[in-house]
Nanobody, 119 residues
Framework: QVQLVESGGGLVQAGDSLRLSCAASGHISSIYAMGWFRQAPGKERELVAD????????DYADSVKGRFTISKDNAKNTVSLQMNSLKPEDTAVYFC????????????WGQGIQVTVSS
C-alpha cells in the first residue's frame, strides 16, 4: 500500500502562482509513476501531469503546458506541482495519485486539495 497526502492548496488571484506537494509513504518501491489530477465542479477528473518515479519522464495536459511543472524528490518521497500564471479555469480539487505500472490506471489516491483562482 501507498499513502498519499497533498498540501499547499488555497485561494489565489488570476496570474498568481501556487505550489502543491504530495508526500508518499508506505511501499514506495512499488511506484512506477505519480500524477496530479484535478476535478472541477460538474466536470470529469482529468490528468494534469504525470512523472515517472525513476526516469523522471514527464507528461502534461495541453491546458497546462508551459504553466505547470511537475517535479519529484525521491529522497523525500515527494512530488510537487508548481502552478504559474493561474487562471480561473484552473479552479478545481487537485488529487495526487500513484500507479504501479506503465498502464495508466492509478492505484493510489490522495484525499484531494482545493485550489481556487479568483478573477
Amino acid at each position: 500500500q501507498v499513502q498519499l497526502v497533498e498540501s499547499g492548496g488555497g485561494l489565489v488571484q488570476a496570474g498568481d502562482s501556487l505550489r502543491l506537494s504530495c508526500a508518499a509513504s508506505g511501499h514506495i518501491s512499488s511506484i512506477y509513476a505519480m500524477g496530479w489530477f484535478r476535478q472541477a465542479p460538474g466536470k470529469e477528473r482529468e490528468l494534469v501531469a504525470d512523472i515517472r518515479w525513476y526516469s523522471g519522464l514527464k507528461d502534461y495536459a495541453d491546458s497546462v503546458k508551459g504553466r505547470f511543472t511537475i517535479s519529484k524528490d525521491n529522497a523525500k518521497n515527494t512530488v510537487s506541482l508548481q502552478m504559474n500564471s493561474l487562471k480561473p479555469e484552473d479552479t478545481a480539487v487537485y488529487f495526487c495519485a500513484a500507479r504501479k505500472s506503465v498502464i495508466r490506471e492509478y492505484d493510489y489516491w490522495g484525499q484531494g486539495i482545493q485550489v481556487t483562482v479568483s478573477s
